[in-house]
């Protein structure tokens, strides 16, 4: 965030002279693409573990709270491709289930189960702002453009995961395997979020709740801010 690590669990220092700690960050990846240079059309490529079997569901869950969960492997063709597509959530076959009747990743432990209606949350975030000591008396809860909370979900009547497209040089070799670095703008997760996009359409009843109201303006902009940058 700033363009500095935005640690979990720990006080991340801010402009203002307060501090952030992210107490709960996670969402969902699936249905991953990769973009061949030129006109060609995407390479839809399965998300495996790290024994190159497929994940369940071909969903990987990212949890701040497991750092096994920060490498997202994938069977691709050996080519020169543009980037990545990938969708930031879940499809709807796998959001109309019931957590029950399924396993990890989507489990009602995941803690992604949507609190506030059907099917699961794409993306959960929860954290804790501290006002400067010089703060004006009462002090503000939440730091200017940071929501405390950030619950972005879909329905489970309509196909409402947004994508995320990742531009950036990749080559994938013949044989053995490519690393590459993703990092995640927190920046634009939080603008996002806080954009004066009008949700009201949906945001009635239980949607009404700030962090649900957070996460549906972020599902809408999602796919403009680019919050995902491959690294050199």
């Known amino acids: 965030m700033g363009g500095k690590p935005f640690v979990f669990g720990q006080p991340n220092p801010l402009s203002d002279g307060g501090s952030l700690v992210p107490l709960n960050f996670r969402f969902y ?20 573990t790290d024994s190159g079997s497929p994940v369940p569901y071909g969903v990987h869950l990212f949890n701040a709270e497991d750092e096994g969960t920060s490498t997202v492997r994938v ?64 002090a503000p809860g939440s730091a200017a453009g940071i ?12 196909e409402l995961v947004p994508r995320v497209r990742v531009s ?3 080559s994938v070799p013949a044989s053995g395997a490519l690393e ?26 239980l949607l009404s709740t700030p962090e ?3 996460g549906e303006r972020l599902r809408r902009e999602l796919s403009e801010l680019q919050p995902f940058v491959l690294e050199p």
């Open 75 to 138: 069977l691709a063709p050996a080519g020169q491709y543009a980037g990545l597509s990938f969708a930031l959530g879940i499809k709807l076959s796998c959001n109309q289930q019931r957590p029950a009747s399924l396993s990890e990743p989507l489990t009602d432990t995941s803690q992604m189960t949507w609190p506030h209606t059907g099917g699961f949350l794409f993306l959960r975030y929860e954290g804790r702002y501290t006002a400067p000591v010089d703060a004006p008396t009462p």
């Open 29 to 48: 990846i699936s249905e991953v693409e990769l973009l061949p240079t030129g006109d060609a059309a995407p390479i839809a490529v399965d998300l495996v």
């Open 147 to 158: 929501p405390p909370a950030v619950h972005m979900g879909g329905n489970i009547r309509q």
């Open 212 to 214: 649900a109201v957070a």
């Open 180 to 205: 590459k670095g993703l990092s995640l703008a927190m920046d634009k997760i939080f603008e996002g979020a806080t954009s004066d996009l009008d949700v009201s359409d949906v945001a009635v009843g």
């Open 168 to 170: 950036g040089a990749l």
